[in-house]
């Protein structure tokens, strides 16, 4: 397109361009669509801290009403269908969702550090929820089904080994084992607020377990 404009600006003669003067040009003109990109990259806001300063940690595979509450760091289940902010009643911005199998908070910690150290999130809410998958497994049973699959794959074995995948068979257990492993990490900021939830997917309630 470039070129095409030069010649059109010189209708009275004939532009003859060498191979290397062509190069020149069109790196010229991609420098410059690469500088207004990062210009207009760095104009827009950086991200920001959630208005609640709350971090949700939970697995959800079914729709939860929940009223909102001034809590910060949020882990939410990584199944497609759940909208968490709809669910408990949140607006965009005001917590930091963290979804993973089991809302599992040793899963979640990543998440949390960046939550906390970079975004200014002051609270923890541990949400898991009745009726959860994490029960009708076990590890090592995923583990021979994975290895199943591929025998001759010593790489895949050694790696499907190494993974503690979290289940567990006490649903109110597993929230306290959260918060106390949330609450023991010395990677959590010491004045963080951080609470259990069970929401009963029955009733539609949830219950503060600790």
Not at 154 to 162: H, V, Y
Not at 187 to 201: A, C, F, R, S, Y
Request: proline residues 5%; aromatic residues 6%; positive net charge.
């Amino acid at each position: 397109m470039l070129l095409n404009a030069i010649s059109k600006t010189r209708p009275c003669c004939s532009v003859s361009l060498k191979p290397n003067t062509r190069a020149t040009l069109f790196n010229a003109a991609r420098r410059k669509q690469d500088l207004e990109k990062a210009e207009e990259l760095a104009a827009r806001p950086s991200a920001l801290p959630p208005k609640k300063r709350l971090a949700i940690i939970t697995w959800c595979d079914r729709p939860i009403t929940v009223r909102p509450r001034a809590i910060s760091d949020t882990s939410f289940s990584m199944d497609a269908r759940i909208n968490p902010f709809k669910q408990l009643g949140f607006s965009e911005g005001d917590a930091h969702i963290i979804r993973n199998a089991g809302g599992m908070a040793r899963d979640a910690i990543r998440s949390l550090v960046i939550s906390q150290r970079l975004l200014g999130t002051r609270e923890i809410a541990v949400y898991h929820h009745t009726g959860c998958g994490m029960i009708t497994f076990r590890g090592s049973e995923l583990k021979r089904l994975v290895k199943w699959a591929n025998p001759d794959n010593s790489s895949l074995a050694k790696q499907i080994d190494a993974i503690d995948f979290l289940e567990f068979n006490d649903l109110e257990q597993s929230v306290k084992d959260d918060v106390k492993f949330l609450k023991d990490s010395p990677l959590i900021l010491k004045e963080t607020k951080i609470t259990g939830w069970i929401h009963d997917i029955e009733t539609g309630e949830a219950t503060r377990v600790i």
